[in-house]
């Protein structure tokens, strides 16, 4: 099975300051097609999952644009520019390259 | 807009039987496959298995293989998910999860809480 392994797993903030979330994969995430299945979720406390980010870098309808991923391979990262007081939360990375199974990572907890 | 409303949880004792519910809505159900994922309490996100829009295959994370089984009615818009044989570790927010076209977990349900204790 794939691991993800993210960095670091809390993440202390201060608001408007730029925060980075690394998640690194034991396998490369490069498909057959060409595509890299890598996604980014955010779980606001009490909430459900919601995807920020597919296929490494596609910012989903209605996400900020202060969120952004980008890598390649086995080295992934999700940036938030300036953090704001909503994005507090658990970060997730998620493959869906080589599944079954899916895989997550362990999460990382943002907090201001 | 898509809606996903999971029901049927609540405590069960070891080694019984629940089965869960997620209704849909807002999008046509009978085009896209769908996951449960699962959270136990204050840990994160696990798989736990996946079928295909027509319901024509189906995957199962290790942990469950033999003792749970997904399926859905597409007349019904409904994605059930039986769970036997059930264990504390089993113990868990499930959530349900639409496939898109070429990527996953695009749209989440509220949850539902399942708690296996004696």
């Known amino acids: 099975d794939v691991v993800l392994t993210q960095s670091p797993l809390s993440l202390p903030v201060t608001l408007g300051q730029p925060a980075s979330i690394s998640c690194r994969s034991s396998?490369?995430?490069?498909?057959?097609?060409?595509?890299?299945?890598l996604s980014w979720f955010q779980q606001r406390p009490g909430e459900s999952p919601r995807r920020l980010i597919n296929?490494?870098?596609n910012r989903e309808s209605g996400v900020p644009d202060r969120f952004s991923g980008s890598g390649s391979g086995t080295d992934f990262t999700l940036k938030i520019s300036r953090v704001e007081a909503e994005d507090v939360g658990v970060y997730y990375c998620m493959q869906g390259t080589h599944w079954p199974p899916y895989t997550f990572g362990q999460g990382t907890k943002l907090e201001i | 807009q898509v809606q996903l409303v999971e029901s049927g949880g609540g405590v069960v004792q070891p080694g019984r039987s629940l089965r869960l519910s997620c209704a849909a809505s807002?999008?046509?159900?009978?085009?896209?496959?769908m996951h449960w994922v699962r959270q136990a309490p204050g840990k994160g996100l696990e798989w736990v298995a996946l079928?295909?829009?027509?319901?024509?295959?189906?995957w199962y994370a290790d942990s469950v293989k033999g003792r749970f089984t997904i399926s859905r009615d597409n007349s019904k818009n409904t994605l059930y998910l039986q769970m036997n044989s059930l264990r504390a570790e089993d113990t868990a927010v499930y959530y349900c999860a639409k496939r898109d076209l070429t990527t996953e977990f695009d749209y989440w349900g509220q949850g539902t809480l399942v708690t296996v204790s004696s």
């Open positions: 079928i295909l829009n027509d319901g024509s295959n189906k």
């Open positions: 396998h490369s995430l490069v498909y057959s097609d060409g595509d890299t299945y």
């Open positions: 296929k490494v870098s």
């Open positions: 807002g999008f046509t159900f009978s085009s896209y496959g």
